[in-house]
């Protein structure tokens, strides 16, 4: 027991250690600060700049959250404070359902509803044209996959608010409503944050259904309906390619590991927020 | 009086928005199983889940993906069982022996949950990375032992979520009576929580079953049935993603078809859960 609790902690060092040394033939090669914010993406001359990936990650990264976040935050509010018995028999199996089903499905999904819609439909309502095959395609299929797991949280946060708290506002006058917007909100401001921080770097890290829709053009984007690559795609599409060629190799594991590292921060500042304010109850 | 009336307008406005969004939320799940199923169950056929890919089954030709399920089933089911063999005890552990130093076990579900947010395609990678350094090839095997990684940390929170509501005075009373920790563990907490540790064991499953993205390096793909955990292995998911990658009209429907199975799973998955965790709420100690 003792053996498999080590290993456990060690893992996530060991995943770093192991997906740092594969990287360092290229850092040797190039600077961290070229690889990272230069844009030329030609393997077999040997450029490796991941500019182009890392700005599609954050495009996709935040519409994801613009589009989650708010409906997140509506429903989360209305299952614990307003829901009637029906609603909530509904939900709860909604959102486990949502959270089971792997992603690859959502990425067919997204293929055969959101692609034709956005360059059926909406495009056209901004005068643009384009496959579908877009940053947003790739952002709203992201938001559909992130809204079970903020949620949750969200519901939680939402939950831990003392009782003691509403009964002192609605004692004082304040209606359900007031209690809610100037109590409830402000008292889980950080839990919501935190929150929307772990959505964040779940989308970050989404492979199989963001690459099924939005594109994979190794440019920078420069709008939403334009394709993007972000970084998990990149690493997926490329295996089997990278084999022959060690630079490649390494240029990919480096992107594995960039990926870990800004997920695993995003997730650091997330929870040890939670637990900061949990710790003030 | 005016001011009551806006603020009074205002509630409502909220209200109907933040019904509008539950029901945004719910009507895409439907969205989302009705449209898989209405283009998947056309091309749904007994050839596709009983026979493995024949010649030319990429250009639309005869054949199915029961290499695809069996290779899933034989991946989900070896990482969840090894899983199970590691996490269980740990679980336990955790909340037996560790039960008195309450910061040690909050830093270890810290840990856990930390993993948990760990993208899967950083475990591909890392799998990868590993095969390479122990001298193995893209097989069943790699991908187990990845998809295992992958899946620990949510079996283990999973199960330790379910422990936790254990009442403490069963531990105090068992110890009382003379029984070891491992007794307590194994006897007691387990017996008690069956039901709930089915429910984790279930969602590890479904975890595993659904993920492509740690399986494509490790586990490579095949047309043949699987039949030694040192050969490449086909599973669900990248059988979707690779049919749906064809351009080819017969082989992109037959994609839409093993994504209907893969929902079926799922689903399945999901209903067995649910039964398991009111079970557990019926034997729960208040």
Known sequence: MKVALVLVILLPFVIGIGLFLKSRLILQDVS????LFSSEWRPLAGKFGFFPFIVSSLWVTVISLLIAGPIC??????????????????????IDILAGIPSVIYGVWGTLVIVPLISRHIAPLFNTET?????????????????PFVLNILIEVFKTIPIELTE??????????????????????????????????????????????????????????????????????????MLSIPLYDSALMLAAFVLLIVVVLFNLASRVLIIRTERYK | MKRQTLIKAEEIFFRVIMFMSSMIIAAT???????????GLPSLSWDMVSQTPKGGFYFGKEGGILNAIVGSIYLAGGSTLLALVIGLPLALFINIHLVS????????RFFLDLLWGIPSIVYGAFGFTLMIYLGLKTSLLAGIITVTLFILPIMVRAMDEVIKTIPIGL????YSLGSTKSETAYRIFFKQTIPGMVTAILLSFGRAI???????????????????????????????????????KEVQNRAYASAAILVFIILIISILSRIFARKFQKNQIK
Do not use: C
């Open chain 2, 29 to 39: 799940l439907f969205l989302i199983i009705f449209s898989i199923f209405y283009k």
């Open chain 1, 168 to 241: 002192a506002s609605l004692s004082v006058g304040a209606s359900k409503w007031q209690t809610i917007k100037l109590v409830h909100i402000r008292k889980a401001f950080p839990g919501i944050i935190s929150a929307f921080g772990l959505g964040l770097s779940r989308s970050f890290g989404e492979t199989i259904a963001v690459l099924m829709v939005v594109g994979n053009v190794s440019k920078i984007p420069g709008g939403v309906f334009e394709p993007g690559y972000p970084l998990p795609a990149l690493i997926a599409n490329n295996y089997g390619e």
């Open chain 2, 171 to 174: 531990l105090e009373a068992s």
């Open chain 1, 131 to 147: 496959s579908g095959y877009s940053i947003l395609a790739g952002g709203i299929v992201l938001a559909v996959m992130i809204i």
């Open chain 2, 210 to 248: 659904g993920d492509a993205a740690s399986v494509l390096f490790t586990t490579g793909y095949t047309d043949h049935m699987p039949t030694s955990l040192t050969q490449p292995t086909a599973t669900l998911p990248l059988a979707i993603f690779f049919q749906l990658s064809v351009p080819i």
């Open chain 1, 73 to 94: 935050l509506l429903t989360a509010i209305h299952l614990t404070q307003y829901a009637d018995n029906w609603v909530l028999k509904i939900m709860h199996p909604v």
């Open chain 1, 32 to 35: 961290l600060w070229e690889l």
């Open chain 2, 101 to 108: 130093k309450k910061k040690l076990v909050n830093a270890i």
